[in-house]
């Protein structure tokens, strides 16, 4: 049998519950939104699944609020990246990079942007060496 406690507010206003296990006497610290989302869905949530605040406001644990995200999803929307789109040199082929990465390449002299590091390394290849 499982005991639940809580909701409790942390300092940051985010909410925990505590999921206590009688049986094997096992105490797990969950977070609020995370447990609501297993409730609804009627499973135990993937450890590459997190769960998200569609508004950003982290306070608000409405099942309508709550989105489920991969780890990938979750970052790549909480740093609201630039995404730089091109056609590389080498084989033609259009694919997008982040714009931080392709301006970091240019402060560092480096050659590009490229499809990948196939196309980076033809592109060496044909270069001709200064002397």
Not at 13 to 27: Q, W
Request: aromatic share 10%; with cysteine.
């Amino acid at each position: 049998m499982k005991n639940i406690y809580g909701p409790y507010k942390r300092k940051d206003g985010r909410s925990h519950v505590i999921i206590y296990d009688t049986e094997s006497k096992v105490r797990i610290t969950q977070s609020y939104p995370r447990y609501l989302m297993e409730i609804y869905l009627n499973r135990k949530l993937e450890d590459w699944e997190e769960v998200d605040h569609i508004n950003e406001d982290h306070t608000d644990n409405r099942i309508e609020n709550l989105q489920l995200l991969t780890k990938i999803q979750n970052i790549l929307k909480s740093k609201e990246l630039e995404i730089y789109q091109f056609m590389c040199p080498i084989c033609n082929n259009w694919t997008e990079k982040p714009a931080h990465k392709v301006r970091h390449n240019r402060k560092q002299g480096k050659a590009g942007p490229f499809y990948g590091r196939s196309c980076a390394r033809k592109y060496q290849l044909n270069v001709p060496v200064a002397k």
